[in-house]
């Protein structure tokens, strides 16, 4: 599998392209019979969970469960977040095999990164815990665009779109949805089981079709945690919002980087506890409609 070209960011641009969830895909969920609470059959799409283990060159990395879409993006993704690809590094190729759950990721040279990870294995056996320490120092430099704004008008209409699409979660549920947006139109809308692993294949979209960050707007269903916001601000993105709410170290981080932190964002209500300095108050909060009780389940998912 090779790495896609630039041209899909490109034709998402001119509104041509777009990434969306496909519920229909029958690799991603699957029917199964059961009964309800008055003992009545019934059929529940359900989503699959596999394993995924990353490697970087012939280092393994990292194994993921994840629904299994776009593995390309995932182990790309994962690899930028945790610091373990630069954009100095050239990937050369993309290997992806479904029966073994294995990606490899190749790149032109050794990255810094591998010598590290065989190091920290050998001598602790925390290799993550210690991977995290090195991605807390690069956040501390990170710079995110003082010249971002996030309108108000923006915001509302992204609600409704992504509350309105179509998405894996409302066939099956346990899923979260990640969405990169740029002013009022969405780029990518990506699930998984994990908000994390949504996260890492929108990064991983970006890093292979060099995606600039600094005017984009990410949306997620989750909860703004400490992760949430510290893949954010790695990605370069200084724009975070969701239908959930906070943690305190999230709005803690949220504010030493100098990221618009949004929550709680439903019909025409949100909380903004961060960067609010960003926010243009430019739509008439009166003519918002109220979101439709119908897609209020996309939020039963926020506070898992």
């Known amino acids: 599998m090779q790495s896609r070209p630039r041209w899909v960011y490109m034709r998402a ?3 041509e392209f777009h990434i969306a969830p496909d519920p229909d895909d029958e690799r991603l969920s699957r029917p199964v019979t059961g009964i309800d609470q008055d003992g009545r059959p019934v059929v529940q799409h359900v989503v699959h969970e596999r394993p995924l283990t990353i490697f970087l060159n012939s ?7 994840t629904i299994g879409d776009h593995p390309d993006w995932l182990a790309v993704g994962y690899l930028v977040n945790q610091g373990m690809l630069r954009e100095s590094d050239e990937i050369t190729g993309i290997d992806h095999d479904e029966d073994l759950g294995v990606v490899v990721v190749r790149t032109s040279g050794e990255t810094d990164f591998e010598e590290k990870m065989k190091k920290k294995v050998r001598t602790s056996g925390c290799a993550q815990g210690t991977v995290f ?22 915001l509302y209409a992204l609600m409704k779109q992504i509350n309105t699409a179509p998405s894996l979660y409302l ?14 139109r969405v780029l990518a809308y990506i699930e998984d089981v994990g908000r994390h692993n949504a996260v890492d294949k929108i990064a991983g979209w970006m890093f292979l079709n060099r995606v600039p960050p600094h005017d984009k707007i990410f949306y997620t269903t989750g909860r703004l945690t400490s992760e949430m916001v510290i893949k954010c601000v790695v990605m370069g993105i200084p724009i975070l919002a969701s239908r959930s709410g906070f943690t305190a ?6 504010r030493q980087a100098g990221l618009t932190l949004i929550g709680r964002a439903r019909g025409k209500r949100f909380v903004a506890l961060a960067g609010e300095e960003r926010i243009v108050f430019d739509a008439d909060v009166a003519a918002v409609e109220e979101e439709d009780r119908r897609f209020r389940r996309k939020a039963a998912v926020d506070e898992g």
């Open 13 to 15: 641009m001119s509104g």
């Open 59 to 65: 280092q393994e990395v990292v194994t993921a469960m």
């Open 133 to 154: 320490g090195d991605i807390m120092e690069t956040f501390e430099t990170i710079q995110l665009s003082p010249d971002a704004t996030l309108r108000t008008s923006w």
């Open 171 to 184: 066939k099956a549920g346990a899923i979260h949805g990640c969405v990169l947006a740029e002013q009022d």
């Open 249 to 254: 170290w999230g709005v803690d981080l949220a």
